[in-house]
């Protein structure tokens, strides 16, 4: 038998339980080490799905960007035929997530990987969002500097209205209102933007209207995790 690397998805809502399918607990209970971005959290997550589950009888590893040490760690549990899940701090491992190089290092080392099914952030915003669903990008965090970070967003702009697509972002909580701020002073009164925060959770909020709706609304994203799409497209 050979090694199985497992990419196990985690709440986006810590009270959104019933957003995780019952095989992921199955997955997580055939493997004998975890490699965590928070291992705090993880082990929350997983003593919820299973108020029964023996934490300690897993091997703990927390992914710091996947340094080399962790790197070497991973490869050597590889080798020992190890079956392995990769926790994600939120949503689904690998996707804005340090994960990423652990898996790039297992498909180097041809090993299976067997990615769960669960709740992904960036595609629920999408879906929700009735923006262009068959031509996106996902551009991560823009620049804190307010010059940079304007840049980054009359580029997003150009490259949606270019290439009729979606432009996907995201930023720290506690940057938010700074964020919808300059997209409110940036953006072409035409341009959509969808603001979709709290997903999964009980106050779960999408909405998606031009740059000039939005300058109506009085917003307070603060401390709240969201997920930015921006649309200008034809």
Same mark, same amino acid.
């Given at each position: 038998?050979?090694?199985?690397?497992?990419?196990?998805?985690t709440?986006?809502?810590?009270?959104?339980?019933?957003?995780?399918?019952?095989?992921?607990?199955?997955?997580?209970?055939?493997?004998q080490?975890?490699?965590?971005?928070?291992?705090r959290?993880?082990?929350?997550?997983?003593?919820?799905?299973?108020?029964?589950?023996v934490?300690?009888?897993?091997e703990?590893?927390? =992914?710091?960007?996947? #340094?080399?040490e962790?790197?070497? +760690?991973?490869?050597?549990?590889?080798?020992? &035929? @190890? $079956?392995?899940?990769?926790?994600?701090?939120?949503?689904?491992?690998?996707?804005?997530?340090?994960?990423?190089?652990?898996?790039?290092?297992?498909?180097?080392?041809?090993?299976?990987?067997?990615?769960?099914?669960?709740p992904?952030?960036?595609?629920?915003?999408?879906?929700?969002?009735?923006?262009?669903?068959?031509?996106?990008?996902?551009?991560?965090y823009l620049? =804190?500097?307010?010059? #940079?970070?304007?840049?980054?967003? +009359?580029?997003?702009?150009?490259?949606?209205? &270019? @290439? $009729?697509?979606?432009?996907?972002?995201?930023e720290?909580?506690?940057?938010n209102?700074?964020?919808?701020?300059?997209l409110?002073?940036?953006?072409?009164?035409?341009?959509?933007?969808?603001?979709a925060?709290?997903?999964?959770?009980?106050?779960?909020?999408?909405?998606?209207?031009?740059?000039?709706?939005?300058r109506?609304?009085k917003?307070?994203?603060?401390?709240?995790?969201?997920?930015?799409?921006?649309?200008?497209?034809?």
């Open positions: 038998m050979s090694s199985i690397i497992y990419l196990v998805p709440v986006l809502d810590e009270a959104a339980l019933e957003t995780i399918p019952a095989y992921v607990l199955n997955a997580v209970k055939d493997c080490v975890i490699f965590a971005e928070n291992e959290t993880a082990r929350r997550f997983l003593k919820k799905l299973d108020r029964e589950i934490i300690d009888n897993f703990w590893f927390t =992914i710091h960007k996947a #340094e080399a962790v790197l070497n +760690s991973f490869r050597q549990k590889i080798t020992a &035929k @190890k $079956n392995i899940a990769i926790v994600s701090e939120a949503g689904c491992p690998g996707i804005a997530d340090p994960g990423q190089l652990l898996i790039a290092a297992a498909q180097e080392m041809d090993t299976v990987i067997k990615p769960l099914v669960g992904s952030s960036i595609l629920l915003a999408l879906m929700a969002s009735g923006m262009n669903g068959q031509q996106f990008e996902f551009t991560g620049p =804190i500097d307010n010059l #940079e970070r304007s840049k980054a967003i +009359s580029g997003m702009e150009i490259n949606s209205q &270019k @290439k $009729n697509n979606t432009q996907i972002f995201i720290t909580p506690y940057r209102n700074q964020l919808i701020e300059s409110l002073k940036t953006c072409k009164p035409a341009t959509k933007l969808c603001i925060a709290e997903l999964t959770g009980a106050n779960e909020f999408v909405k998606t209207k031009t740059i000039a709706a939005w109506k609304e917003t307070d994203f603060h401390k709240k995790p969201v997920i930015f799409l921006l649309y200008a497209g034809v």
